[in-house]
């Protein structure tokens, strides 16, 4: 795909879901798309759909109406295997607790999606280098401080060069050093890496600093 290339494109989307036989609607015509190199916000209140709208990203529910496309593909009638494959090579995601493997080192832990694909773990130290981690690639989730454990989740995340890396919450429990820390590393990963970067968030501060910025209201999308 060029540069610049749209790599996510979520498109007039409707998703709910059934309470005692009712139809209870979280998104109703939800739009927004997202560039490789860019870093894209979307921001609300909780209960407001960002989560969902996040799990649809990354083709882990389905809507029910509008659709979602992928470099230029409409993913309506992938398979589920076409999708996990996706997932797998294409896909990082990064969730508000890091979801880290206690039993596994850093470097370990980092080198997971690699092994996924069979490659080789070689990339791993210069990346943990680039965010710090060098002198806690052998250490283990437990020994880390909160900021470095993030820092871990989001090198595991970019080692195997996603198209699309998808951020729930990822600075909602650190402190604001340490958030400053973490937003960084994600807008350089867009610009460095040229994936394109959506961040789940409820501070405005955080989602300013995003390339482009996305509210959640009326149970849809608007460009602010």
Same mark, same amino acid.
């Given at each position: 795909?060029?540069?610049?290339?749209?790599?996510?494109?979520?498109?007039? *989307?409707?998703?709910?879901?059934?309470?005692?036989?009712?139809? *209870?609607?979280?998104?109703?015509?939800?739009?927004?798309?997202?560039?490789?190199?860019?870093?894209?916000?979307?921001?609300?209140?909780?209960?407001?759909?960002?989560?969902?709208?996040?799990?649809?990203?990354?083709?882990?529910?389905?809507?029910?109406?509008?659709?979602?496309?992928?470099?230029?593909?409409?993913?309506?009638?992938?398979?589920?295997?076409?999708?996990?494959?996706?997932?797998?090579?294409?896909?990082?995601?990064?969730?508000?607790?890091?979801?880290?493997?206690?039993?596994?080192?850093?470097?370990?832990?980092?080198?997971?999606?690699?092994?996924?694909?069979?490659?080789?773990?070689?990339?791993?130290?210069?990346?943990?280098?680039?965010?710090?981690?060098?002198?806690?690639?052998?250490?283990?989730?437990?020994?880390?401080?909160?900021?470095?454990?993030?820092?871990?989740?989001?090198?595991?995340?970019?080692?195997?060069?996603?198209?699309?890396?998808?951020?729930?919450?990822?600075?909602?429990?650190?402190?604001?050093?340490?958030?400053?820390?973490?937003?960084?590393?994600?807008?350089?990963?867009?610009?460095?890496?040229?994936?394109?970067?959506?961040?789940?968030?409820?501070?405005?501060?955080?989602?300013?600093?995003?390339?482009?910025?996305? *509210?959640?209201?009326?149970?849809?999308?608007?460009?602010?």
């Amino acid at each position: 795909m060029a540069d610049n290339a749209t790599v996510l494109s979520i498109e007039n *989307v409707h998703f709910g879901y059934k309470q005692a036989g009712v139809m *209870v609607p979280i998104l109703s015509g939800a739009s927004f798309a997202v560039a490789a190199g860019e870093c894209a916000a979307l921001q609300g209140a909780s209960g407001t759909g960002k989560s969902t709208a996040l799990a649809l990203a990354g083709l882990l529910v389905s809507p029910q109406q509008g659709r979602i496309v992928l470099d230029g593909e409409d993913t309506t009638a992938w398979s589920e295997n076409t999708r996990a494959t996706w997932r797998r090579d294409k896909l990082g995601f990064i969730f508000q607790q890091h979801h880290l493997l206690d039993d596994f080192t850093v470097r370990e832990n980092c080198a997971l999606p690699l092994l996924w694909q069979g490659k080789d773990a070689a990339p791993v130290d210069a990346l943990l280098d680039s965010m710090g981690l060098s002198g806690r690639a052998n250490a283990y989730p437990p020994q880390l401080s909160g900021g470095e454990q993030q820092r871990a989740a989001i090198a595991r995340a970019l080692i195997h060069r996603p198209r699309l890396l998808l951020a729930d919450e990822p600075t909602g429990n650190l402190d604001p050093e340490n958030a400053a820390i973490v937003l960084k590393l994600l807008l350089d990963a867009a610009r460095k890496q040229g994936c394109a970067v959506l961040l789940v968030t409820h501070d405005p501060q955080i989602a300013a600093a995003a390339d482009k910025r996305f *509210v959640m209201s009326e149970r849809s999308v608007i460009l602010k």
